[in-house]
Each structure stands twice: as structure tokens, then as C-alpha cells.
């Protein structure tokens, strides 16, 4: 059973996710704060929470771990490339999943983890469907990236809530 790190990724979500200064800020200007924390500020966050060192070149974004981060409720995206997306895929399948599910304006975030082999029928599904995407020869016919979802509702009937921040404070934590 893996040890997750919730104080320390706590902190790092409030100095780093939950930034209200910047949001104002934002805010003031006519900009929308969702969208505003990029893909690898919720990888490292991830990186924190579980103890994993991110994993350099292609592969799950850390190890043992896929980190998927997206607005409360919606689904979340997966892209697989024409050179690396068949052996990213099949990997999906056997490492762990964590999903950061975050309200709009960041104060809240829920952090399920799912095992890829319950997440394998998906994964299953898609090898075909990625095979035929690019087995178009003529590069203009056919999509650069081989993009998927899965359902926010997927998430939570598989995964384990591990974390929640509510209203920008730590609310619940359980191991994995």
C-alpha cells in the first residue's frame, strides 16, 4: 500500500493551484481564472501527493501514475501520438490513475484514484480505434493526436476519493 503525502500536497495547492492574488488579478482584467493552472502544475501536485518522481519522455506522467486534472464534472482527456500512442495506451492499463476534479474557481478539488485495470475496458476499446486513426497514410486525412475521454461519472463510480479541499481547506483525506 503506497503512502500518500496529503499535507504536502495541500501546501503546494495553496501556494501554487490556489492562487486568490492572481485570480483577482485576473479577474479584474476580464480574464476567466479556470484554464488559468496549466497540466503540470496538477502533475506536480500529483508528483507531491503520491511521492513519485515524474517520468522523463513518453509514458505516464509519473511512476506508476497518469495524472488527470479537469473541471468539476466534465470528463477527462486522454491524447495519444502517432509514434508513442500505442505503447502509452497499453501502459494506461496497468498504472494508476489519479483524477483532480476542481471547481472553477480552484477553492475546491477532489482527487480520486483509479487503477488502470479497472479502467481497462476503455483502454480496450480505444487500441482499435487508435490503430485505425492512423492508419491513414496521407497525413492531412488524418487527426494529429488521438484524443479520448472518460466521464467524470466513470471516475467516481471506479475510482477512490484520497483528497478533498473544500471552500480552500483540507477536508478529507484516506489512503489509498
Known amino acids: 500500500m503506497s503512502r500518500l503525502f496529503y499535507n504536502e500536497a495541500f501546501e503546494f495547492y495553496s501556494k501554487h493551484i490556489y492562487r486568490t492574488d492572481f485570480f483577482n ?7 476567466s481564472i479556470t484554464g488559468s493552472i496549466p497540466s503540470i502544475a496538477w502533475e506536480l501536485f500529483g508528483a507531491i501527493l503520491t511521492g513519485k518522481q515524474g517520468s522523463s519522455g513518453y509514458g505516464a506522467d509519473l511512476e506508476g501514475f497518469e495524472v488527470k486534472s479537469a473541471k468539476e464534472k466534465s470528463s477527462f482527456e486522454y491524447q495519444y501520438h502517432l509514434h508513442t500512442g500505442l505503447s502509452k495506451l497499453r501502459e494506461d492499463m496497468t498504472v494508476k490513475h489519479l483524477f483532480c476534479s476542481y471547481e472553477s474557481s480552484y ?19 480505444w487500441e482499435p480505434l487508435y490503430e485505425e486513426n492512423y492508419a491513414v ?4 486525412k488524418r487527426k494529429q493526436r488521438f484524443r479520448k475521454s472518460i466521464a467524470y461519472g466513470a471516475v467516481i463510480k471506479k475510482g477512490k476519493l484520497v483528497m478533498e479541499i473544500k471552500d480552500g481547506l483540507l477536508i478529507y483525506t484516506a489512503s489509498l
Open 25 to 31: 488579478i485576473l479577474s479584474e482584467h476580464g480574464f
Open 107 to 125: 477553492n475546491g478539488v477532489k482527487v480520486y484514484v483509479v487503477e488502470g485495470i479497472d479502467l481497462s475496458e476503455y483502454f480496450s476499446k
Open 137 to 140: 497514410k496521407d497525413p492531412t
